[in-house]
């Protein structure tokens, strides 16, 4: 799921990628989607490429490469804007770095189908409680517009404690130094403020939801990701707003 910005962008890189197989400038990606500055447009790709949409191809000016499009597109293959060059991928094992950090979520494996391994059933002082899914976190989608409890997923309930859960399925690669990583599933606190350097879901701009470790300093708030192919993002602290914090991860396997 994409924004409407996002995918009015990603659309129209891919009509330009096509017709004259060179990216768009920043001033012509502003001025199709009618924003004010350029900055929008930054924060558009870099949504879209923590989605896994799109590429920058390392030291090109106006490289972009397209890596999938939205299944309701009806668009054919992704073009390129040019041959690049393989990419390569060096990250210490997630585990390994979360461990370091100190920064390990609770991940439970399996699958859910029914009652998870491990967890006791009716017998047992712990059952699975079923928390509803959401939908996905860095979807560009509010929290508040996810909030259809069809669907749930089992989660041990001696993993929640007090408070309100949901669950969400992360989307992307921005968190894997952390240990999350793409079709995870994780647990989130509801929750207005959080410890800085937690774990959040993040609201940006009232439209965009995103999962980032929370820096603060001074009146700034920071939206950190847990991958050096990404950057930290700083707002002023009108812009973001706290949804919920992380408490655990489910993986399948």
């Known amino acids: 799921m994409l924004t409407k910005k996002q995918y009015e962008l990603l659309m129209f890189i891919e009509k330009r990628l096509r017709s004259t197989g060179i990216s768009p400038s920043f001033d012509e990606m502003k001025d199709a989607l009618d924003l004010k500055s350029k900055s929008g447009i930054h924060r558009l790709i870099t949504g879209l490429e923590e989605r896994g949409f799109i590429r920058r191809l390392p030291h090109r000016a106006r490289a972009l490469e397209i890596l999938r499009l939205p299944e309701n597109s009806g668009m054919g293959e992704p073009v390129q804007a040019a041959a690049p060059a393989p990419a390569i991928a060096s990250a210490a094992p997630p585990d ?22 491990g967890v006791p059933t009716a017998r047992g002082a712990a059952e699975a409680v079923d928390l509803p899914l959401y939908g996905k976190i860095a979807a560009g989608t509010p929290i508040e517009a996810l909030r259809d409890s069809s669907t749930t997923v089992p989660v041990p309930s001696t993993l929640l404690g007090t408070g309100d859960h949901y669950a969400l399925t992360v989307e992307g690669d921005s968190m894997i130094d952390a240990g999350i990583l793409d079709g995870d599933t994780v647990v989130i606190r509801r929750c207005e403020t959080a410890d800085n350097g937690s774990i959040v879901v993040a609201l940006v701009d009232a439209q965009e939801a995103t999962l980032k470790r929370l820096r603060r300093k001074g009146t700034s708030i920071a939206l950190e990701p847990a991958n050096a192919k990404y950057e930290t993002k700083v707002f002023g602290p009108d812009r973001v707003t706290i949804q919920g914090r992380l408490v655990g991860l489910l993986r399948e396997y």
């Open 96 to 117: 390994a770095s979360a461990d370091r950090a100190g920064l390990r979520p609770n991940v439970i494996r399996g699958q859910f189908s029914g009652a998870l391994p």
